[in-house]
């Protein structure tokens, strides 16, 4: 079943034309009134697509007009035995397709335990009870800041940035500028919640120090200071805390076709580009900073987890044949994803059911079948919902010549 999928107009969307969320919006549903440009730049930004059930961006089949969780809940056996038993009658992930222009908020994700408190005690700005873990695979060079640099680092940034100190306060500073390796965690925790609690106006006076300080600096402090990084961030959020975690947060700098797991609790922000993004269907955010909207500094400094994270994707990636991989995160059912690069001549792939249903999302021009039925175009921006009890083929379209990458996202079974 060929599915509609809802467009997210967040702010730190793209307004490029030719960026993947327009352009694979454009082919997903062609009655859309076209959008507007100005000046070279689509009038809304176009930040997301929404593949599955969550109730903010529901996705609809397109033959019939029905709401994917409407024909999931009439026809429960279509998501199969395995997932009911685990997750009720609902799709229990959600695939998305991001284009990043401009810095997502400092955030991270509850455990499941931790998203129904919260979702108890606050359900006007915790919607939903569930986790929210992700991963995404790259489309473009992408940026993003990813869990604590080790202590050692920061503990240099506070003697190259010396602004920082008046943030913090000396107590939270000495702290972890004299920590020994048993007490580095319990140090970073206090620093950081030093800093994400600091008065606007010291944070304000911090950043316009550091920044008028390495505007006219040589290469060796811009790059002890992050400077290039920190006057991104600023360009975006001028005042905003969030900027300051540059001296926290590892920065990651991807190539297009990298992957990474982000669990629970683990502290990031997208910067920029464009990615592919499956993770459980929740729309639970914790934020810190570089972001309008509501921040829960306390919840977020008590739920983090203060390990320094290294370049390792938490998850296993599996060469399943020369044009597919498996990615398969760890600790969790909701969901794993087949990236295919499929090229002419490439045999026929074919996926078996896991016990849950797949989702089917194409970037290109290529064929599918399901069961014994026939072979049907699968062309750019078609998206498909297959049910657990089928099993599909995937192939190149033997008239093109450019590689195409088709996506499938499964529960982790």
Known sequence: MELICKVQTYDWGSRDPNCHVHNLSCKNDPSKPDENVSNGLLDRPHAEIWVGTHVNGPSVIKDSGKLLSEYIYENPESIGNKTQEEFGVQLPYLLKVLSVSKPLSIQAHPLKSHAKELHAKYPDIYKDPNHKPEMLVTLSKFQMLRGFRPPADIKIYLQSVPELRDVLGADSADFLLSCNSSQEQEALKQAYRSLMT?????????????????????????????????????????????????????????????????????????????????????????????????????????????EPVDRSTNMDVVQLSDNCTKYIPHGIKDFSMLCFKLKKGDPVSTVASNGGPSVILSLGTAKYSVDSNPPQSLLEGHVVFVRADQTFNIFPDPDKETTTQVFVAQCNF
């Not at 991807?254 to 920029?272: D, S």
């Open 198 to 306: 600091a008065s606007d106006e010291v944070v304000s006076d911090c950043l316009t120090k550091i920044l008028s300080r390495v505007k006219t600096a040589d290469e060796a402090t811009r790059g002890a200071c992050v400077a290039d990084l920190l006057e991104k961030l600023y360009s975006h959020f001028p005042g905003d805390v969030g900027c300051l975690s540059v001296y926290f947060l590892q920065d990651f700098e991807m190539a297009p076709g990298e992957a990474a797991f982000l669990p629970a609790n683990l502290i990031h922000a997208y910067i920029e580009g464009e990615c592919v993004e499956l993770m459980a269907c929740s729309d639970n955010v914790v934020r810190g900073g570089l972001t309008p909207k509501l921040k829960d500094v306390e919840t977020l400094c008590s739920m983090l987890e203060y």
